[in-house]
């Protein structure tokens, strides 16, 4: 059974006495599992059709033609119409509707020519973008799509920086040269021409991008890991390991790696607060994810070019500001919490 050690649990009631980052954490992963739900809550298809004393689920499985439910067309049914049928007939069927009914890719040319702005009647709650898309729904699903990209590139960028900054730091040497030399050279090339020459070449994908800031992103970690490592090796309880006969494989997993955590878990916030905003930047320049994947960037370029449609860019805007903010709040509680000098005596 997984037990917490009790200088971990005083780390942790640290960090929960610290309640901006302790709610701002809380908050921010509430709304991360919501994304991940998103259908349910945003989505042009029903959760439950009832029809003829039949149920359906559309939500969670195919697509259901119009003619199934007595509409003309032979395409996917209009729940929405359908739902307003339904309820026009004052039968026994229904159709129970997202919150938001209203996918983000589809548009919406039922009022004025798009944007619109918000509209209750039409569950556009934060309005329309220039072709007529939920905004909402974009950034939701925007949401998700930035979170997704923060956390692979980070998980992937420090599990290859950490384990080449610990190789550094203990093995040092010739090895330790030759790879400080490698990212020396490495670092020297332009992150943002290689997005530009890449992007001209083949079509940019979620995991494309994810790759690229994996090459570039591992550097910082490595040095900060390499150092770590290099002090924690020449402590006491390592040179103690080594005279008992441990191996170099348990020597570093079972006692260095775990007192250079602190490193790790002190920086990822901050980590995953430049990853959003670098798909953002990247999305706002044109050289992020094509069209239409529900991007900030490309909301955010929206409401530059459409400042007398104020409901676009402040959306946007709000968003990625309380978000960066809540990951900024969460990163200095967890510095703050996890100080070694906290719980750290030296005799």
Not at 2 to 25: A, D, E, M, V
Not at 95 to 108: G, T
Request: aromatic share 14%; glycine share 6%; hydrophobic share 50%.
């Amino acid at each position: 059974m997984f037990n917490i050690s009790p200088l971990t649990l005083k780390k942790i009631n640290s960090f929960k006495r610290i309640k901006r980052g302790y709610w701002s954490f809380v908050l921010l992963s509430l709304l991360l599992v919501l994304s991940l739900f998103a259908e349910l809550f945003i989505n042009s298809k029903a959760l439950v059709v009832k029809y003829q004393g039949d149920y359906y689920f559309p939500v969670m499985s195919d697509v259901y033609l119009g003619t199934q439910f007595g509409q003309s067309t032979q395409s996917e049914a209009d729940y929405r119409r359908l739902q307003s049928q339904f309820h026009n007939e004052q039968t026994s069927n229904y159709v129970i509707m997202p919150l938001i009914p209203w996918n983000p890719y589809e548009q919406d040319f039922s009022g004025n020519y798009p944007p619109n702005a918000p509209d209750l009647e039409q569950r556009h709650l934060l309005g329309t973008d220039v072709i007529g898309r939920d905004i909402l729904a974009r950034l939701v699903y925007g949401f998700r799509t930035a979170m997704g990209f923060a956390l692979l590139t980070m998980l992937a960028s420090y599990a290859i920086g950490t384990a080449v900054g610990c190789a550094m730091g203990f093995f040092g040497g010739k090895f330790d040269l030759f790879v400080q030399r490698l990212i020396e050279v490495w670092s020297m090339v332009p992150f943002l021409y290689v997005i530009m020459i890449l992007v001209s070449i083949i079509q940019p994908t979620f995991m494309l991008f994810v790759g690229i800031n994996v090459l570039f992103g591992w550097m910082g970690m490595t040095w900060y890991m390499r150092t770590m490592t290099y002090k924690e090796s020449a402590r006491e309880y390592v040179m103690a390991a080594r005279a008992l006969g441990a191996s170099t494989a348990r020597i570093i997993f079972h006692h260095i790696l775990p007192n250079t955590m602190v490193m790790i878990v002190t920086l990822a916030p901050f980590t995953i607060a430049a990853n959003i905003t670098a798909l953002t930047a990247l999305d706002y320049l044109g050289l992020g994810l094509m069209p239409p994947t529900p991007s900030w960037g490309e909301l955010l370029q929206q409401g530059k070019s459409n400042l007398d449609s104020p409901w676009i860019v402040t959306s946007v805007v709000v968003a990625i500001v309380s978000v960066l903010v809540m990951v900024t709040f969460i990163g200095e509680a967890i510095r703050a919490a996890f100080d070694p000098r906290k719980f750290t005596r030296y005799m």
